[in-house]
């Protein structure tokens, strides 16, 4: 907690404090003001806690967006039940022990909640991460693909019917789509490495028969993970 939030917290702790004081007169059973004064200081404490999420990093804020929603459903739900067993403990002489037990209880749900809405936030992340992983696969293979096309539309000692080969490849590289299976991956990798081959042999200008062999090669591992998913 910073030293900022840490003096929001402890100022409104000490305004709590000051009103179980005031209203001790009040109650008979000291141990209820206990009670309700506690309880007053956790409600505070969460809320300060689900409503500090909002003002966090903008990229923090933006990943825990719907967990934020969630908390603060719970928070605003929490709150009124804390106050209405307090009022209604107050008015109705509601013994200690049933009001702690319904305390605990909202408590209970409320905490749940909150690890319901973290365990969400956190499925998402996982779930983002392992997208964007397989993404940057595809995105790496597509830009190979179009610096090999544009390394053989420069190199003049190429046929302009084998460019147009590489060019029709590296058009179709474009389409693979992400994976997360072993076999796709393994496909990606070699299917990587052949373009490497490739371009390698088009920047060292090497004879027709192995680059054509090579193109064939990667056209071949290409189709095999055009139909892989």
Known sequence: M????????????????????????????KIVLILDGSVLVIAYTLALYVYGALFVSTEKFASDVPATGVKLYALWTYVPLVF?????????????????????????????????????????ADVATKSQVRHANTDMLAAKAAQMKLAASLNKSISSDTQTEISKFAERVGYVSPSSSAAANM?????????????????????????????????????????TY
């Open 187 to 227: 496909q990606e990798n070699m299917l990587s490495s052949s373009i490497d081959r490739i371009l390698s042999l088009v920047n060292s200008n090497a004879s027709i028969d192995q680059l054509l062999a090579e193109l064939e090669n990667a056209k071949t591992i290409l189709s095999q993970r055009l139909r």
């Open 84 to 124: 209405s067993c307090i009022v209604m403990g107050y008015a109705y002489k509601v013994s200690f022990n049933w009001q702690l037990f319904l305390q605990a209880c909202f408590l209970f749900v409320f905490v749940l909640w909150l690890i319901v809405a973290n365990a969400s936030v956190n499925r998402m």
């Open 2 to 29: 910073k030293i900022s939030n840490f003096f929001i917290w402890l100022i409104g702790v000490g305004l709590i404090v000051f009103l179980c004081v005031l209203l001790s007169g009040a109650f008979q059973d």
